[in-house]
């Protein structure tokens, strides 16, 4: 059984029906096909902040999908910064994050439907000593970013995790993943931390449409 299964933005528009009822029928497939976490990404903001806000609460009632927003102020208690997940033997933890772009190019004014998108690489480092200095009760193996940008925003992130883990003191092995979305055609890079370590951190995009599914197994 999966620990997580997770859909990286543009899950509740664009299509044809979600111009129609704001995402209704986007909420009800996710839900039925097994989703467990989900991520903003900018065709989220083709709704109004007020029908996104009640699409994010149908998505988490009963606690069936986890919507992680990581870096866009203002959504509240209809998401969450992060979320641990283990692995049925409990052998590994893992916090998952959810960042949007930002981008200059994401959008027109540099905001999600107004609201302010916090640096990607500064949450990552807020997360990252949190997670370090305030839980490591939990005994997290790494932190994963559930991402929205493009492959060039991905890659930039990978090379500064790297570099960020490397001058850490927590103790956190070197390397990873982040799974991305946005980009429509199936990707996977390797970014290697160019030391001795020849440590790596994957980027993983699957594509659009749920047309393929790309299955991660963290050790």
Known sequence: KASAVTLNGDFLSPSALSS???GRGHVA???AA???HVSLGN???DLQISD???RLSELGGRGSVTVLNSNIESLGRQSREMDIVSSECKSVSVALIGLMSDESDMFRDGKFR???IANVKETYAEISDKVNNNMPENNISCIVPLTHQSLQ???????WMLEFQSQSNSGTPIGGVIL???EHVKIHEFVPDGGSNEQTIQVVKSGMNAQRAAIIDLR
């Not at 925003?153 to 090379?159: I, T």
């Open 114 to 116: 107004g609201l302010n």
């Open 153 to 159: 925003g991905d890659l930039n992130l990978a090379k």
């Open 52 to 54: 996104l806000k009640d």
């Open 180 to 182: 991305g979305g946005h």
């Open 34 to 36: 097994g989703i467990t």
């Open 43 to 45: 065709h989220e903001a």
């Open 20 to 22: 129609i009822d704001n």
């Open 29 to 31: 497939a996710i839900r």
